[in-house]
């Protein structure tokens, strides 16, 4: 549809060679900050209060639905993403399909999921606590660092989860929600299965390898729009950095310093010029390859929600996401 192929380009050549990250500053555990330039978007950013009853029945209304692959008109190329998807929120519109109804790994989106229970069936100033079972022994898995005793609030797990994707703190989650990690997947299963996610299954708060922890881009889709509609949610994935301090098991302050994993909020990739990304999840296994979940605004203020999945690398994600985004009018 629009030729961005220099906007490609360049999102291609900053992330491959991150040479130099982007400068942040940090924010307290109340507050977040934005630390790129928007305003080349032409567009702005607010976040809306989505919690009244009229605004959930209009949600669930617009849902938007496909059997197939849409691909015909346009011209978005995902060769090398395994599935990838485009929805118009606004208009309850699928812009772009390709095996959005395949069963895949989905690494770290799976937090996604855990976000929204989370703050579905707790509150963001609960203390969590955590267990011996947050020491997390898989091969490059990324950790906050958390020892048994160690407490924080929720609000504190949620910027963990979402931005420095912390499986540690995952688990602290969902042992504090849902008794027990497996207590947990019950609840994530039971909401994505009212959510119309019915092609997934997951056994883990996390993400983490298993063979019987699978969803699509399409059902990632229907979890990003309920997700979408708490306030804290869109917070915490458009915070560039964020820091502050939790306790062990003696009182004794632990600093937490955190930087979204994010790109194209980090400043490193770049959308089309009439698209704003508000903020999402990135998340990388060796089963599940690279994958990436967007949540952003045309110039308008339409929103979109955005999916690719098993990505052969990092640098492909963001150069066929941004493809994608080109499909925004």
Do not use: W
């Not at 605004?55 to 190329?77: P, Q, R, S, Y």
């Not at 849902?178 to 996390?206: C, Q, R, W, Y």
């Not at 502050?244 to 009182?251: A, V």
């Amino acid at each position: 549809m629009k030729c961005i192929n220099k906007v490609k380009k360049a999102a291609a050549l900053v992330i491959a060679a991150a040479l130099i990250p982007a400068a942040l500053t940090g924010c307290g555990s109340k507050e977040y900050s934005f630390e790129y330039d928007r305003e080349r978007n032409n567009s702005s950013f607010s976040v809306a209060s989505h919690m009244t009853g009229d605004t959930a029945d209009a949600f669930a209304a617009k849902l938007c639905v496909t059997v197939g692959d849409v691909t015909e008109g346009t011209d978005a190329d995902m060769s090398l993403a395994t599935a990838a998807g485009l929805f118009d929120i606004e208009n309850g519109k699928v812009l772009y399909a390709k095996n959005v109804h395949e069963k895949l790994n989905p690494a770290s989106l799976t937090k996604v999921l855990t976000a929204l229970c989370a703050l579905k069936y707790g509150n963001t100033d609960d203390v969590l606590t955590a267990s011996e079972n947050v020491y997390i022994t898989e091969s490059g898995a990324v950790k906050l660092g958390l020892e048994a005793g160690d407490t924080m609030t929720m609000d504190q797990a949620l910027h963990a989860l979402l931005l420095k994707s912390a499986n540690d703190v995952a688990v602290m989650i969902a042992e504090h929600i849902g008794g027990s990690v497996e207590g947990f997947a019950d609840i994530m299963n039971e909401e994505a299965k009212s959510l119309g996610a019915t092609n997934s299954h997951f056994v883990n708060p996390n993400g983490l390898t298993d063979s019987n922890h699978y969803t699509t881009a399409y059902d990632l889709y229907l979890i990003c729009n309920a997700a979408v509609q708490y306030d804290k949610f869109v917070e915490v994935i458009h915070t560039s950095s964020y820091n502050s301090t939790y306790h062990d098991k003696n009182g004794n302050e632990k600093t937490i310093d955190l930087t979204t994993t994010n790109a194209y909020i980090k400043g490193e990739a770049f959308a089309p010029n009439n698209v704003t990304v508000i903020g999402g999840k990135t998340g990388t296994t060796n089963a599940a390859g690279s994958c990436l979940l967007l949540y952003s605004k045309d110039s308008a203020g339409n929103p979109y929600i955005s999916i690719i999945l098993q990505a052969p690398d990092r640098t492909t994600m963001y150069t066929e996401m941004t493809d994608l985004l080109g499909e925004i009018e």
